[in-house]
C-alpha cells in the first residue's frame, strides 16, 4: 500500500504523478542536467531497449563476435575435435 492508501496510480495526487527521472549517459547526457518538463513513461521501455540492442550490435562488430563469426569459430573447434579423433555428437 502506499502514500494515500494507494494501490496504483489512478488518482492526480503530486506524488503519483511527480517522480524523479535519472539518467546516467554521459555520451549522449550531459551531467547535471537539470530539465523540468513533463515526461512521459510510456515509451520510455520501447526507446531504452532501442539504445542496449544498439549498443550490443556495435560492440560485437567491435570485437568480432557477430553470430555468423561465433558459429564459424565454434565450427573450426568442433573440426579439430574431429581431426584428432575426439567424435562429437550433436544432441537432440
Same mark, same amino acid.
Given at each position: 500500500m502506499g502514500? !494515500?492508501?494507494l494501490a496504483g +496510480?489512478?488518482? %492526480?495526487y /503530486?506524488?503519483?504523478? *511527480? %517522480?524523479p527521472f535519472?539518467? *546516467?549517459?554521459? /555520451?549522449?547526457?550531459t551531467p547535471g542536467l537539470v530539465v523540468d518538463h513533463h515526461?512521459?513513461?510510456v515509451d520510455f521501455m520501447s526507446t531504452m531497449m532501442g539504445e542496449v540492442v544498439a549498443m550490443g550490435a556495435s560492440l560485437s562488430l567491435?570485437?568480432?563476435?557477430t553470430p555468423r563469426t561465433v558459429r564459424q569459430k565454434? &565450427?573450426? +573447434? &568442433?573440426? !579439430?575435435?574431429?581431426? %584428432?579423433? %575426439?567424435?562429437w555428437v550433436p544432441k537432440g
Open positions: 502514500e !494515500h492508501g +496510480k489512478t488518482c %492526480i /503530486e506524488g503519483v504523478f *511527480r %517522480i535519472l539518467v *546516467r549517459y554521459p /555520451e549522449k547526457v515526461v512521459s513513461t567491435e570485437h568480432d563476435c565454434h &565450427l573450426q +573447434k &568442433l573440426s !579439430h575435435l574431429a581431426e %584428432i579423433g %575426439i567424435p
